[in-house]
């Protein structure tokens, strides 16, 4: 698969262009859930705070359900990200 044909890219583009800012998110944080949006994922696992968090704040359902401190993040995530 060359990423540089698909909306994959774009899609990562604008996932941080949307959260960066505001939190630290990784490049492979950011792919994942790129590449989860692109195949219409509804539902995401992991463990890694900022992946689930970043999943949720786009409207991804997350297992592990998020703890309160990862409901914090999202909504401010959600709050700033919305705001561009």
């Known amino acids: 698969m060359n990423f540089a044909d698909t909306n994959w890219l774009a899609s990562a583009y604008a996932l941080f262009s949307k ?5 630290a998110i990784g490049t492979f944080d950011t792919a994942i859930v790129a590449s989860v949006k692109l195949a219409g994922g509804k539902h995401f696992l992991s463990f890694d705070l900022t992946a689930r968090t970043l999943a949720a704040a786009e409207g991804i359902e997350v297992y592990p ?5 990862e409901k914090q993040l999202v ?3 959600k709050h700033k990200g919305g705001r561009q």
């Open 75 to 77: 909504l401010r995530l």
């Open 19 to 23: 959260y960066a800012w505001e939190a």
């Open 65 to 69: 359900a998020l703890n309160a401190q």
